[in-house]
T-cell receptor
């Protein structure tokens, strides 16, 4: 199994809603990542979890709250988002944790629209 | 911070042509990735390179560490190769620094 699975594939939410994005991998990878990608732009790193601990938070607003319940799962909890948060949210994993140089495997993303 | 430059930004070619996409970066790296993204879709990792050359099917990737430069080649291009190709580098910290991507269109 070399897949990173993201759910849901599409999400529409209002600015007062609370929703969560889910990411799962069963490759035994110890680093997991959240990226945000606006249309026609490269992905921007949001968070990195290394060995289930948050190792990097790229100054992301608190309306985005990551969670890593175990080494296979990564969630992104969303609350009080703004329309400018509409984007493709990509999850990725790699074999090694902080400082490692393993290949990144990406999920297919969640296309989020905030109304 | 590493600066990653890709060229060309846009490329339209005819089916069967040999395609080259270039990537240069400013600071030493531990690895370089070539990624493929179809419109509205997720990202597929094509290659991870730290030296030399790799080949997979019709795709070839090379890297010159001394010159801080990598190329992605597609032989016998096909319309299904139409996608955005992204170069990304990994330095000491986690995550990747991405280039802006090359939008490739292969016409039948």
């Amino acid at each position: 199994d070399t897949e990173v699975t993201q759910t849901p594939k599409h999400l529409v939410m209002g600015m007062t809603n609370k929703k969560s994005l889910k990411c799962e991998q069963h490759m035994g990878h110890r680093a997991m990542y959240w990226y945000k990608q606006k249309a026609k732009k490269p992905p921007e790193l949001m968070f990195v979890y290394s060995y289930e601990k948050l190792s990097i938070n790229e100054s992301v607003p608190s309306r985005f709250s990551p969670e890593c319940p175990n080494s296979s799962l990564l969630n992104l909890h969303l609350h009080a988002l703004q329309p400018e948060d509409s984007a493709l949210y990509l999850c990725a994993s790699s074999r090694f944790g902080t400082g490692g140089s393993g290949e990144l495997f990406f999920g297919s993303g969640t296309q989020l629209s905030v109304l | 911070k590493n600066e990653v430059e890709q060229s060309p930004q846009n490329l339209t070619a005819q089916e069967g042509e040999f395609i080259t996409i270039n990537c240069s970066y400013s600071v030493g790296i531990s690895a370089l990735h070539w990624l493929q993204q179809h419109p509205g879709g997720g990202i597929v990792s094509l290659f991870m390179l730290s030296s030399g050359k790799k080949k997979h099917g019709r795709l070839i990737a090379t890297i010159n560490i001394q010159e801080k430069h990598s190329s992605l080649h597609i032989t016998a291009s096909h319309p299904r190769d139409s996608a955005v190709y992204i170069c990304a580098v990994r330095g000491g910290a986690d995550g990747l620094t991405f280039g802006k991507g090359t939008h490739l269109i292969i016409q039948p």
